[in-house]
């Protein structure tokens, strides 16, 4: 009886190595299946590595958030594996994305969003072997069918230009959005001994330079507001822009990470942005410009957030140049400042209107 049980634990044993070897393998281990040009719909995909779930909901993106539901992301164990010991995104690597709609925004312990019901499914995968030619080697799918309750079986890729021009743009590692994960952030390159849940510390896992400038500062540029540190200080004190015909004459609550979100807000547009806005420009010329003044809770000017365009071109966002103060007396009480923020491009980016959220023209 002992020697039966020695085998059988031999055997197990066994087979366990022969998985786990198989699973070491980058480029063998597979969680998808390609149909010549189309992918196969991934199955058990909840038994992945969950990451996060990001919600950009309509009523805080001016009714026309264009991702307005809920979205689980799920990765593969093997790539959040190889992630984990090298913080880079090996071949085959795939994330899935299940769409859930918002439900109510009431619930026993508070106001808030809370889950619907799943309307759809999206994936993503990186593969030069199978997408050579696209950016990064990563392409796009949706599984969803709009007007029906069924998935998709099958789903092609996406024309480029429809994903990768926003997050090549705008992700932090290699076409990802690991800014807006705690969980890759916390795994990236921590290494193949590492769990990072199970350790005692929670640090700040926020990537290093998300608010630093990421493009040089264009010099000696004759622009109505001047982009140096001080000068741009004096002028906001001043309320030099104050003078600009195009400003709401309300407050708003403040739908971004300015001072906090839901405080209020107050635009104002030099002529250069108002002009390029009416007349729907697809990008704004050198020198728009927008302030807009922060408020804390008690209706108290706190600070302000400053874009002033730099360039023709917008170049992703680095033809912006981003600024924000969080004193109405330290200038060096910077928040973001410089052209190429990262912070900063990441939410304007789905702006409409060359990285312009604001709406326009200005309720009366």
């Known amino acids: 009886m002992k020697k039966v049980s020695i085998l059988v634990v031999a055997v197990l044993l066994g087979i366990i190595t022969s998985c786990s070897e198989a699973a070491s393998s980058d480029d063998e281990v597979r969680y998808f299946t390609m149909d010549g040009d189309k992918l196969q719909r991934p199955t058990d995909y909840r038994k992945w590595v969950y990451v996060g779930t990001p919600t950009t909901p309509n009523d805080m993106n001016n009714g026309k958030a264009a991702f307005p539901e809920f979205h689980n992301v799920y990765i593969d164990p093997t790539s959040y594996k190889h992630w984990k010991a090298t913080g880079e995104w090996r071949e085959g690597t795939i994330l899935i994305k299940e769409l859930v709609s918002v439900g109510t925004k009431a619930a026993v312990s508070g106001n808030g969003y809370f889950m619907g019901d799943f309307i759809g499914l999206e994936a993503t995968i990186k593969s030069k072997k199978l997408f050579p030619n696209e950016p990064g080697n990563w392409s796009y799918f949706s599984f969803t069918n709009p007007g029906s309750k069924e998935l998709k079986n099958t789903a092609t890729a996406f024309n480029t230009n429809q994903c990768n021009s ?199």
């Open 166 to 364: 926003c997050h090549e743009g705008n992700a932090q590692d290699d076409f990802v959005f690991t800014q807006h994960y705690p969980v890759l952030r916390a795994a990236k390159g921590a290494g193949e001994g590492i769990t990072p849940e199970n350790t005692s510390s929670r640090p700040k896992t926020m990537i290093i330079g998300e608010w630093e400038p990421s493009a040089p500062t264009p010099e000696n540029l004759d622009l109505e507001i001047p982009l140096e540190k001080e000068a741009l200080f004096a002028y906001l004190k001043s309320g030099a822009y104050k003078e600009f015909k195009t400003q709401e004459k309300e407050k708003h609550p403040s739908t971004g990470p300015h001072t906090q979100v839901g405080l209020p807000v107050r635009v104002f547009m030099n002529d250069g942005i108002a002009n390029s806005l009416a007349s729907n420009r697809d990008e704004h010329p050198m020198g728009a410009s927008i302030v807009k003044e922060m408020f804390n809770k008690n209706g108290e000017l706190s600070g302000w957030a400053v874009m002033v365009k730099t360039q023709d071109g917008s170049d992703n966002g680095l033809g912006w140049f981003w600024y924000e103060v969080t004193s109405t007396e330290d200038s060096g009480a910077l928040a973001a400042m410089g052209n190429g923020v990262n912070g900063c491009i990441s939410c304007h980016q789905i702006g409409n209107r060359d990285m312009v959220r604001t709406s326009f023209p200005f309720q009366d």
